[in-house]
């Protein structure tokens, strides 16, 4: 289980103001250049992340399970976007391979006691000065966050993944940012997620009825209800005075 010291490294962490943005690609864009870089989209799911990144110019590797990467693998993806496969605590690339390695609300699906492993893995894979880009959901009351924990409370393991997240910061890599955003999501975009997610019938109905009861309880108009969905972003860099395990060159 975690530590004090991680759990501390958590309850320490001090919010700024959110900013807006509409969509995950842009908080990609504002904060990365994808240009002639090789990126690797952990967790890519269906694969949608990949291709906007590969459409800025990018080499893509998307790694998720089988299942999602069945359902990335659709007709008619570009050249430049490869899915594959894999977990985070072993990514099947080779050393130096990336410049980016992204983890898009991904990072707390790995398991804890491998999230230290896939950080190393980060390390392993990353070229000199290459990127983590760390962008996990918040738990907040009032947020999207409500519909969402219908699905899959995740509120303890994302606290775990942050504090893993903040200790990386300060050994193998260097944190370079810490942001926080938020994009507005509608009852259609949750429904969208209970389908991806959701594979049994009648528990997708029963989440779909709780989550209409908050939204009634709220007083919103289905329709046009927007729910604010939060997110911590964080950008390391690699250290390259180090060596992989954490010792000084």
Known sequence: MITNTLQNQTDNHFKTGFIKADSEIDILKANL????????????????????????GAQVVGIDTPELIGLAKEPGVAGNVVFKTGTGQNL??????????????????????E?????????RVLKENGLVFICEPLTDKGSYYDLASLIEDEKEIREIAHAYISLAGETNFHMMTEKYYYIERTFEDFINLANVYVTDFNEKGN??????????????????????????????????????GGFVL
């Open 92 to 113: 099947p690339v080779e050393n130096n391979f990336a410049d980016i390695i992204i983890y898009y609300a991904s990072f707390h699906h790995v398991p804890e006691i």
């Open 33 to 56: 250049r994808f240009s002639g870089k090789v990126v690797i989209d952990v967790g890519c799911g269906t694969g949608k992340i990949s291709r906007l990144i590969a459409s800025e």
């Open 115 to 123: 999230m230290n492993n896939a950080l190393k893995e980060c390390s």
């Open 207 to 244: 989440i779909i009825r709780k989550a209409l009861e908050i939204v009634l309880k709220s007083n919103k108009d289905i329709d046009n209800a927007r729910f604010r969905s939060l997110a911590r972003l964080n950008i390391l860099q690699k250290n390259v005075f180090l060596r992989p």
